[in-house]
């Protein structure tokens, strides 16, 4: 019969940014396990909060099923000496099967007969397996950094105090971390510190929030959490400014959150609004609060973990710890705008980018070379997009973001105006940054995409160098974040520039680099990697699936946004009715093509079609062969394609008719010369023939 489980590991205070993820390692753990163990069961909720981590299995199988078993054993041959009687083979074998020789089934075979054992292995109950299924899981966990406590040999993310396992009303025998499982659990550590048993897996997480004074559903908590801070902020007259990773660490923080209103003085509303924020959210986690106009105001949202007697107490004491930490942005932000950016660059020689690579003003050389090479590739102003990548780095100088390492760019850009510098460098100092995140803006100017491109693709070029690749989840430099941030400005802006280029440019200001060429194709393979995954995971503006970029790619077209406008004319062309036959012909002529060996004569010779279909075929692609190459010049791939399409009839009716193989090698070649003509046409855009289906 169906039952519910319960596996509850209570703990010290979970690493709150670290809590999500490992409820979800658990759970899938926990299923992959039950999975190999041939145990049915239904949904599997996850439940997570600062002191624990807990599961529930719906509709478990009690119990595994039987398996029908049958092993072989010796041919009989060898099984049964001269007299019939068993050998030792046939003794070994049977006492392995734990039966009598005469219990063994005989089987036969073209390579005559064997000894056999058939026999029902009995599925086990779920109660005796469950423990060694949830240890695997736990093992498993991504923890960075494991603890030891007390005299314990194991280990863990945090210390461990209770474990409940209960298969519907009956605890599970099991020990972990030297505790012994049970129904004994624990509610808030303020609210209802004592224990209290669960009768049941039922109960949970119902009985944990009405006895225990805990949410224990990570989901509904942070919803609770969300919806308190909004009432909250509507009550004064605010709008929550909402961020979904404070939002998670907040609800990885409370198990019963209770939402408390505070101010602060008005004059930190001088600030950057940026400064502000950062201030509230990372170093507090508050949530700051806008009014009806936009702009923040001295008010801002706090959740604490319990409904306290005092609620004056409690906010008047968020509101005295948040006011050293503004008064500190207040001091930097005055300080820092009393040394001009410019002047903080000779200090940039002393900061070091990467070893092999040199200080970071090293690094600001190369990007504006490369930045006023780009700019000028785009139309946009050199000289300016020069002088901002100079001072791109400087405000990493700064007390400001000394403090809040978030905000660099942002700072450079508030820095850079109050010093004078030209509107359009200083937001550059900003855009450089862009796209931080996936799915995060581009860069808005044009001089901002060219530092930006150019500090990704020095980046790229210098951390490629030294042998410093991704590998596996390892990416320190974020370069996959740099490449796909190329590959976005480049498409997504229009940008038409070819990338290998723009790989050498960068490649050529690296030093010491003893293949440049070899460097410069492993950085471009490297990034029509990063391309495969914004069109085939789903990373950009518009999917494609795996086929169609590999008919793309088969061209291997520089530039990105050539590659992008290939891959929306075959998508479209993929719409069309006559797509299939089409891509189907153009594979049989790839293979025709290939398997002939000999090159086909360089053009037709009309003279020598002796069937109306070739002449059919030959006159509609002669009749069409200026519009589509004109519209193939113009990059028009889509309209090139969707002409093309028209040749489905003749194609069908040459492939039905003609041998194109033929014994006359005049007329084969003739034939293939064709087919060579028309499959140009095709692979100008795309090679059609990798398409599936």
């Known amino acids: 019969m169906a039952k519910e489980f319960l596996v509850e ?7 709150p940014r670290a809590l999500p993820r490992l409820s979800e390692a658990f759970a899938a753990g926990l299923r992959e396990g039950l999975s190999e163990a041939r145990l049915e069961h239904g949904e599997i909720l996850r439940y997570a ?7 529930k299995v719906l509709d478990l199988a009690g119990r595994q099923p039987d398996v029908e078993n049958e092993l072989r054993g010796p041919p009989v041959k060898v099984a049964f000496d001269a007299d019939g009687q068993p050998t030792r083979a046939a003794l070994a074998f049977a006492e392995k099967c734990g039966v009598a020789v005469s219990d063994l089934d005989r089987l036969a075979t073209p390579k005559g007969d064997w000894l056999v054992f058939r026999g029902t292995e009995a599925g086990r109950p779920a109660s005796e397996l469950l423990p060694d299924l949830v240890a695997r899981s736990l093992a498993a966990l991504p923890i960075p950094k494991r603890m030891r406590w007390a005299d314990r040999e194991d280990d863990f993310v945090r210390p461990v105090h209770w474990v409940v396992m209960l298969l519907d009303d009956q ?9 012994d499982a049970g129904r004994e659990t624990r509610g808030h550590r303020f609210l209802a510190p004592g224990p209290f048993s669960l009768e049941s897996a039922g109960e949970y997480p119902a009985r944990i929030e009405t006895d225990g004074c805990v949410i224990a559903d990570f989901s509904a908590r942070r919803k609770a959490v969300e919806q308190a801070v909004l009432k909250t902020a509507e009550a004064h007259q605010g709008t929550a400014v909402f961020d979904a990773e404070l939002l998670d660490e907040v609800t990885s923080l409370v198990e019963w959150p209770v939402p408390v209103a505070a101010s602060f003085e008005a004059r930190f509303l001088d600030l950057p609004p ?19 106009d936009g702009a923040l105001i001295a008010d801002f949202v706090a959740v604490a973990n319990l409904e306290s007697a005092d609620p004056r107490a409690v906010r008047e004491g968020n509101e005295r710890v948040v006011r050293p930490r503004l008064a500190d942005a207040a001091f930097f932000w005055d300080q820092d705008r009393r040394i001009p950016l410019a002047e903080r660059r000779a200090g940039l020689r002393d900061v070091v980018f990467q070893e092999k690579l040199g200080s970071v003003y090293d690094k600001t050389e190369r990007v504006a070379a490369l930045a006023e090479h780009i700019a000028g590739a785009i139309g946009a102003d050199s000289a300016l997009a020069r002088r901002a990548a100079e001072l791109g780095k400087c405000d990493l100088l700064t007390e400001m973001v000394g403090e809040f390492p978030e905000l660099q760019g942002v700072m450079g850009r508030y820095y850079a105006a109050h010093d004078g510098e030209d509107p359009v460098v200083s937001a550059a100092l900003d855009d450089q940054y862009r796209p931080r995140y996936a799915g995060d803006g581009l860069p808005e100017s044009p001089v901002g995409v060219a ?3 150019a500090d990704k693709l020095d980046t790229l070029a210098g951390i490629f160098s030294i042998g410093q690749r991704p590998t596996g989840t390892r990416d ?20 038409d520039l070819g990338l290998p280029g723009l790989i050498r440019e960068a490649v050529g200001r690296i030093p010491g680099v003893a293949d440049p060429d070899g460097l410069a194709a492993d950085i471009f393979d490297y990034m029509m990697d990063r391309l495969r995954a914004y069109y085939v995971d789903g990373g950009g503006e518009v999917s494609a ?15 990105p946004l050539d590659f992008h406008d290939r891959i929306l004319a075959v998508k479209a062309f993929q719409r069309l009715e006559a797509a299939g036959t089409l891509a189907s012909a153009n594979k049989r002529v790839s293979n025709i093509l290939r398997k002939a060996g000999s090159e086909p004569g360089s053009e037709p010779a009309e003279g020598l079609f002796e069937l109306p ?5 030959y006159e509609r692609l002669r009749d069409m062969e200026p519009e589509v190459t004109r519209l193939l010049d113009d990059r028009r791939y889509e309209e090139a394609l969707v002409r093309l399409a028209d040749l489905r009839e003749p194609v069908d009716a040459f492939f039905d008719t003609v041998m194109v193989m033929d014994e006359d090698p005049d007329k084969r070649r003739n034939r293939l010369a064709l087919l060579a003509r028309m499959r140009k046409l095709f692979l100008h855009t795309a090679d059609l023939s990798r398409l599936v289906g």
């Open 545 to 559: 699936p795996a086929d169609v970029f590999e008919a793309v790619f088969a061209n291997r077209p520089e530039s």
């Open 49 to 55: 909060t600062p002191r624990r981590l807990a599961l």
């Open 274 to 292: 940026e400064v502000l924020i950062a201030t509230l959210q990372s170093h507090q986690r508050y949530f700051p609060l806008r009014g009806a």
């Open 171 to 179: 605890v599970v025998p099991a020990r972990f971390f030297g505790i």
């Open 9 to 15: 590991i209570g703990t010290e205070e979970l690493p």
């Open 451 to 453: 530092v930006s491109m």
């Open 476 to 495: 320190p430099f974020g370069l996959r974040r740099a490449a796909l941030g190329i590959l976005r400005m480049l498409i997504e802006g229009r940008h």
């Open 613 to 617: 279909e070739e002449t059919a075929l």
